[in-house]
């Protein structure tokens, strides 16, 4: 049930009303329509965009993502007011925190479980239940039916193969709302997007004395490319450390920067505790003192708005197959300033513009990152994946996963002999645990029998 009383701050005239004055119109009971008007009173009504919604709904889609006030307000004119804490410091509007979520989830889950033909199978007798998808999500039937295509019509396409290529870019640079496509640079996934930004800038710009700060939340694939330009350069690696609940404790970060630091590259998201780090508060303090920033965020792309202007990161990398694209394609994305002067870091293909045996001019961005034959087919996989969130509405998901990782907590917790792992203020779909007296990769494989499949 949506508490309209609790919706503050907002004139009745506000836009982002719209669709609620139609939705009380057509649907509010006869006897609470007196009441309803001296809230949201009547206007000329059309019902178009509503039903089309509503039918969405009913077909196994979100609907709910195609109100104004979820995903339509520009962030650049709005009047609405920015993000105070909630979520990850991604621009939130106060509607959407003072609405009351009493009803069941938008999301009909069901059908989207019919569109993954993974979880149409048994294990060991037992229907599958995939709960990895911190390591590997599973690719939906709209996914593999464009990938299909494309390798289907492989003569027909040859020709509109740049077309398609460069279409999937531009879904990526909406998505993630970057200034142009100019700044996304296709790769295999995070960890080749972690190695070229340090391949590139980390080479150019990092000289002896210096420092790169990392943290101790961070997946080994953003520490050892940092390690080996360091050790390369001459350079020190630094951390910045957690408490005990799995949070950063950035007032440490404040205190290990110095006049050397070159550098900063985080996670966005733990993706053993689901610790969702303030990377917009790391951002703002690495900016201070005219540090770049990257933000790892293959374990937040597939779980929470990302808005890379936003949150100001210079440079954000994710995976393909995080987010129920392909594997083997990945994203980079690097603000124009940076990717301007940096230096290629492999040679071939396209990455030239001309070339002789005594000198090669090099592309500009971001064909020059893409060395040798694009993957193609991949990349419309992956623009495939993006398209899937993006009719579900990313913010539907976010809320459906927190539903359901606040009800695992509570459901575990009730189990004698096993114990919660980490605590943080803010998560996303993680829940790690022990049980007493058993190995962890005994309990997968216990888990396994029953066709769980969980991280271990």
């Known amino acids: 049930m949506i508490d309209i009383q609790n919706i503050n701050g907002y004139g009745i005239q506000d836009p982002g009303f719209a669709l609620l004055r139609e939705v009380a119109q057509k649907y509010c009971p006869e006897e609470l329509q007196a009441e309803r008007q001296t809230v949201l009173p009547d206007e000329t009504l059309n019902l178009t965009e509503l039903e089309t919604a509503f039918n969405a709904l009913l077909a196994g889609g979100s609907g709910y993502g195609e109100l104004l006030y979820i995903g339509d307000v520009d962030a650049h004119t709005s009047s609405l007011p920015k993000d105070d804490g909630f979520g990850i410091g991604i621009p939130e ?57 494309y390798h289907r019509g492989a003569h027909t396409l040859a020709a509109r193969a740049t077309d398609a290529y460069e279409e999937a870019r531009e879904k990526v640079q909406r998505f993630i709302n970057a200034a142009t496509s100019e700044e996304i640079i296709f790769v295999r996934g995070t960890t080749e997007g972690i190695n ?35 050790q390369e350069k001459g350079a020190t690696l630094r951390a910045i450390p957690t408490d005990q609940n799995g949070d ?23 993706n053993t505790f689901g610790t969702i780090n303030d990377v917009q508060r790391i951002i703002e303090i690495a900016h201070a003192h005219n540090i770049p920033v990257l933000i790892d965020g293959a374990q937040s792309i597939a ?13 954000f990398v994710f995976s393909g197959h995080k987010i129920y694209g392909p594997n083997g394609i990945g994203v980079v994305y690097g603000r124009k300033e940076f990717l301007d ?3 290629p870091w492999q040679g071939g293909g396209n990455m030239i513009k001309d070339v002789t045996i005594e000198r090669t001019e090099y592309n500009v961005p971001p064909a020059r990152f893409e060395a040798g034959t694009p993957n193609v087919a991949d990349a419309i996989g992956l623009g495939a994946a993006l398209d899937y969130v993006s009719h579900l509405g990313i913010r539907n998901i976010e809320h459906h996963e927190h539903q359901l990782t606040e009800y695992a907590r509570e459901q575990l917790a009730q189990i004698p002999g096993l114990t919660l792992i980490g605590n943080p203020k803010n998560r996303v779909s993680v829940v790690s645990f022990v049980l007493d007296g058993i190995p962890v990769p005994e309990v997968g494989t216990l ?7 969980v991280m271990r």
């Not at 943290?215 to 694939?221: C, F, G, I, N, Q």
Request: hydrophobic content about 40%.
């Open 447 to 453: 888990l396994d029998k029953e066709g769980i499949w």
């Open 196 to 230: 070229l930004v340090a391949q590139t800038y980390g080479r150019q710009f990092i000289t002896p004395g210096d420092d790169v700060i990392v943290s101790e939340l961070d997946h080994h694939a953003n520490i050892v490319p940092w390690q080996r330009v360091a």
């Open 93 to 149: 509007t106060q509607k959407l925190r003072d609405l009351h979520y009493e009803e069941a989830d938008t999301l009909n889950s069901e059908q989207i479980k019919r569109d993954f033909p993974v979880l149409n199978q048994k294990v060991n007798g037992h229907d599958l239940v995939w709960l990895d998808n911190g390591a590997t999500t599973q690719k939906p039937n709209q996914v593999i039916d464009k990938i299909s295509d």
């Open 248 to 270: 950063l404790i950035l007032s440490e970060f404040e205190r290990i920067i110095t006049p050397r630091t070159r550098f900063v590259s985080v996670g966005h998201v733990n």
């Open 341 to 343: 002067k940096m230096q």
């Open 303 to 315: 779980h929470t708005p990302v808005d890379v202007q936003a949150l100001g990161a210079d440079f």
